[in-house]
């Protein structure tokens, strides 16, 4: 059995930073693509990024100039470094693994950390 335990969420500021991170346990296999998805209220999931173990990484377009996705193999762990936040990128996000590209989520999820920006 797999579990993603993410973390790091929580209030920040316009203009602020979070780092959120998600790492695997239990069952634990090599996840060939991992990554963060998040959803707001009242609107879809979307995927905001995604990295697999050689290190390729694909980005949300509307976030890749805030967003940095990083990984830690032998710790399998997936970190999320937000910068620049704004309340448009208050959502709930998810830790995913267990897909095959970087495009299509797995099957594994976390459970959400909430993240809101908000004065």
């Known amino acids: 059995q797999v579990q993603l335990v993410e973390s790091g969420g929580g209030l920040v500021q316009p203009g602020g930073s979070l780092r959120l991170s998600c790492t695997a346990s239990?069952?634990?296999?090599?996840?060939?693509?991992m990554g963060w998805y998040r959803q707001a209220p009242g609107k879809q999931r979307e995927l905001v990024a995604s990295?697999?173990?050689?290190?390729?990484?694909h980005y949300n377009d509307s976030l890749k100039d805030r967003f940095t996705i990083s990984r830690e193999n032998t710790k399998n762990t997936i970190i999320l470094q937000m910068s620049r936040l704004n309340p448009e990128d208050t959502a709930v996000y998810f830790c995913?693994?267990?897909?095959?590209?970087?495009?299509?989520?797995?099957?594994?999820w976390g459970q959400g950390t909430q993240v809101t920006v908000s004065a």
């Open positions: 239990g069952t634990v296999i090599d996840f060939y693509a």
């Open positions: 990295i697999t173990t050689p290190g390729s990484t």
């Open positions: 995913n693994a267990g897909g095959t590209n970087l495009l299509t989520p797995g099957r594994f």
